[in-house]
């Protein structure tokens, strides 16, 4: 069973800047691919961003590429989402997840949360004028 917490998010400004982290339990974290969703009040939760278990392959959601950025740290077992160029639009509940067992390559079913088996518990994110 793998256990992800996250922490960070909260309050943001529009055009600052907030990071999102999510720790991972277990020793397997490392072949794990990572994701992260939001979802905003009344919409369906959306894909933001997925990282590959090494860490060598990221992709985001077009209408957020160059404001948010995914990382992993597999050392640490975290994953990371670094949020700039915030906008009340960005207000959300987001949520990091774990696909355990990865397809080979990194291929476009990253982008579905049904991929994913593990989430952790939501962070909300709320960003004022």
């Known amino acids: 069973q793998v256990q992800l917490v996250q922490s960070g998010g909260g309050l943001g400004q529009a055009g600052g800047s907030l990071r999102l982290s999510c720790a991972a339990s277990?020793?397997?974290?490392?072949?794990?691919?990572m994701g992260w969703f939001r979802q905003a009040p009344g919409k369906e939760r959306e894909f933001v961003a997925a990282?590959?278990?090494?860490?060598?392959?990221?992709y985001g959601a077009d209408s957020l590429k160059g404001r948010f950025t995914i990382s992993r740290d597999n050392a640490k077992n975290t994953q990371y989402l670094q949020m700039n160029s915030l906008t009340p639009e960005d207000t959300a509940v987001y949520y990091c997840?774990?696909?355990?067992?990865?397809?080979?390559?990194?291929?476009?079913?990253?982008?579905?949360?049904?991929?994913?088996?593990?989430w952790g518990q939501g962070t909300q994110v709320t960003v004022s004028l």
């Open positions: 990282i590959s278990w090494s860490g060598g392959s990221t």
């Open positions: 277990g020793r397997s974290f490392r072949t794990y691919n």
């Open positions: 997840a774990a696909d355990s067992n990865p397809l080979p390559g990194f291929c476009s079913l990253i982008v579905q949360s049904r991929r994913y088996d593990y």
